[in-house]
């Protein structure tokens, strides 16, 4: 048996995987496994993957595409640590997460997962300063000290201030919750801190940087928001919480998701739809410049209404990761 599973889901990252792969096998603790769940690459990364020869890297390649969340699930199903976390494929580890975060568990038999602060990286694997700062202080990780946590849902919900790929979980507590739900793509993270939080889990911050989280160009495209949003409302729909301002926020999380997905509905041609979300978001936002342009908008041609939202995003100020986007656009 081995103490630690980690597990890096793949797709076509052949270009990134290298690095991510070293920094768990380059780690100064070494009872770990390393899982690689592929989703039916079509690249590289099959070919890249028997380069190495360390015994402890356990390659599991789907034959066709099973979509994100399911890969991700298949590479915990295997596991057969105690402890398990689970990273992108563009994303990486220092070489000491392992050893500092197991060294809490250890120490605290309560605590059911220990989280870390994380840099932010550029495409050609530099520390980004000034983002990684920015991106503490809007996830509230600068207010945060190291210790259990006192509120974890109010951590997890409402100021979303944990990075699960800079999370080490004890793997019973993920299968306490059947870890990852298959129907939530890009907002599986999310769903399974909030539900951790209302199981009662016990969570420790630690606030060393000890994960390194990539921004790179093409990461949130049209359709990539779209089918977050989606599962986002599923989410939203799917919570009681037992405090009524978390309720009363979580109703109002759902309006104003409402409210993006339908923007984004507008966006993309889907005129009726849209223009049916809105509404619902309406009765309990009423209305806002936002929404009040999106409504404009939908009576012009898809074409035009595209370009058009496309050009009002470029004027909002921009938040450190689309600088960083912006940045990696210029190079290229």
Known sequence: MVLVSVCIPTYNRAHYLTYAVQSVLNQDFTDFELIICDDGSTDSTSELIQKWTDPRLRYL??????????????????????????????DALTSDFLRKTVSILEKFPQVDFVCTNHWVINADNQRMLEATQENCIKWGKDQLKEGIIADLL??????????????????????????????LTMCEDYDVLIRLALQGAVGYFLPEYLMEYRFHTGQSSLAQSLTFLEAKLICLESYTFPLPYLEQHRLKKIAETQEDLALRLLESGET???RALLKISLASLGWSKRSLLGLMLSYLSPQLRQQLFHCFRQLRPQDYSEKVRMMERAED
């Not at 390649?61 to 596991?79: L, T, V, Y």
């Not at 990075?163 to 870890?179: D, E, H, K, M, Y």
Request: glycine fraction near 8%.
């Open 61 to 90: 390649r789907h034959p066709k595409n099973i979509g994100r969340s399911r890969n991700m699930r298949s590479g915990f199903e295997i596991a057969k640590g105690d402890y398990f976390i689970k990273f992108d494929d563009d």
């Open 154 to 183: 109010e951590e997890t919900f409402l100021k979303q201030s944990l990075q699960i790929g800079s999370t080490l979980f004890r793997r019973s507590c993920l299968q306490a919750v059947n870890f990852m739900r298959a129907d």
């Open 272 to 274: 009726q739809e849209g």
